[in-house]
């Protein structure tokens, strides 16, 4: 029941966090455009996004869903969850997303502002166009931004938390069942910490793994004393 509770987890940080990245690449793109629409828009949704607890929206839609909830059987997504409250799983990882993208977005943006303008005008100048504009701008950013996504992604394993108020099988809610079957306090609340933790450092190392990749190289960094 453990691996299973493991599992549910994982499915739903691995969904919410990749559509969480998307919403949050939308919303930087948005944030740099010229129309004026597109542009408040884009900073309205981030203020929601940074400004809101993730907790508040997962229980508004859980509870919204669960009363509106269509008849619709989806497939298993989640292990162990129901198949009437797949559709609850779903709606939890579009919330848990938006609650992230955000926080993700204003992080890209700090880091395409610590470029500097000069070198962002040059890549104009020199007649980019802009998938190679983007490609660049990320790489000379990532070891600026990749340690704040990573931190990022860990805290959003810990609202995936959120989805045990619902009938949405997930590690959180299977450290509370035990705890509530057998009484043994520090028993579950030591295995679910443990999880936890070894699933925050499996994110930690795949961050740091990213960083080292995208790190400036010691012969780059002699070219830019030399330059």
Not at 53 to 76: D, F, H, K
Request: proline fraction near 4%.
């Amino acid at each position: 029941f453990i691996l299973m509770g493991m599992s549910g987890t994982v499915l739903l940080w691995l969904y919410s966090a990749v559509l969480a990245i998307m919403f949050a690449i939308g919303l930087c793109f948005g944030s740099l455009s010229l129309n004026p629409i597109i542009y408040f828009t884009s900073r309205f949704l981030i203020l929601l996004g940074r400004g809101i607890p993730t907790s508040l929206y997962v229980v508004a839609a859980g509870i919204i869903c669960v009363r509106l909830m269509p008849s619709l059987q989806l497939p298993e997504i989640f292990p162990g969850t129901l198949p009437a409250f797949q559709i609850v799983g779903l709606t939890i990882v579009v919330v848990l997303a938006f609650g992230s993208a955000g926080h993700l977005a204003e992080i890209l943006l700090a880091g395409r502002r610590s470029i500097g303008r000069e070198r962002l005008a040059q890549m104009q100048i020199m007649g980019l166009d802009w998938k190679t504009r983007v490609s660049l701008t990320f790489r000379e950013s990532a070891p600026q931004v990749l340690p704040a996504i990573s931190a990022r992604l860990v805290h959003h394993l810990h609202n995936t938390a959120f989805a045990a108020l619902f009938p949405v099988v997930e590690l959180f809610g299977v450290v509370q069942s035990g705890i509530n079957r057998s009484f043994a306090v520090a028993l579950w609340v030591g295995v679910g910490a443990g999880l936890y933790i070894l699933l925050s450092s499996a994110i930690t190392a795949a961050g740091s793994a990213l960083e080292q990749r995208f790190a400036p190289k010691y012969s780059d960094l002699n070219k830019r004393v030399l330059l």
